[in-house]
């Protein structure tokens, strides 16, 4: 299958349970619960979203005809000597489950990549992830109820954190959700973990150090 990229970068992981690792980000375009068009975002699913995966105008962006090929542009981002240090790719977007497929999880392991992924839950997950991150989306259905980590964006109306907390996930993570509100949110959710040990807070590093 085609692959629509919007953008793949190097950077550090900045939110959860691997905060400051290194990764290749693959971004693809497009998701199932907003169009991305600002016009639309009221009316959207997903209201909150900080990130542009319009198009595939970003760097490294385009369009990938085979998993090989995707993997090899993905793997020449890699530094070398690519003798030290695990290799890692986070496939995100938009809604990365809507196209990482089977033959791209394959490609991505035979060239010695663990494989993470951030997704909204909506989409099952293929076999294979070696990192699955859900963050639901209130009023979405959450299909995939399982996983590596759980990062909520909080506060949320309608999604109640002890309403997850349940779910066979191995860490959980509130994030305060971005935008005019951001430091409200922030404390908000400093004083929810302080109050429910079960979660932590994950911080957006990547904003706080201006990387992408
Ligand atoms: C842009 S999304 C792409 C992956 C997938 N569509 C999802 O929603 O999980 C990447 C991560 O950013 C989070 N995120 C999006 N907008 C945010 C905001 N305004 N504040 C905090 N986190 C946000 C999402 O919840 C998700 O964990
Ligand atoms: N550095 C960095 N870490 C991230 N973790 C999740 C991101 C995403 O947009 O999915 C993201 C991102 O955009 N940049
Ligand atoms: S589901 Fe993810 S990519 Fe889609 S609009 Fe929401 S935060 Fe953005
Ligand atoms: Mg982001």
Known sequence: MTYTVKEIFLTLQGEGGQAGRVAVFCRFTGCNLWS??????????????????????????????????????INSLW??????????????????????????????????????????????APEGIDWLCISPKAGTPLLQTGGTELKLVYPQAGLDPADLAQLEFRQFWLQPMDGPHQAQNLQAAISYCLAHPQWGLSLQTHKLTGIP
Request: hydrophobic fraction near 35%; aromatic fraction near 6%.
């Open 36 to 73: 991305g068009r600002e016009q639309d975002r009221e009316s959207a699913q997903c209201r909150f979203c900080d990130t542009d995966f319009v198009g595939t105008d970003g760097d490294n962006g385009g369009r990938f005809t085979t998993a090989a090929e995707l993997a090899g542009a």
């Open 79 to 124: 530094p070398s000597p690519s003798d030290t240090g695990q290799k890692l790719v986070v496939f995100t977007g938009g809604e990365p489950l809507l196209q990482l497929d089977a033959p791209l999880i394959a490609a991505m392991h035979a060239l010695d990549f663990d494989i993470a992924v951030e997704s909204n839950g909506t989409v099952l």
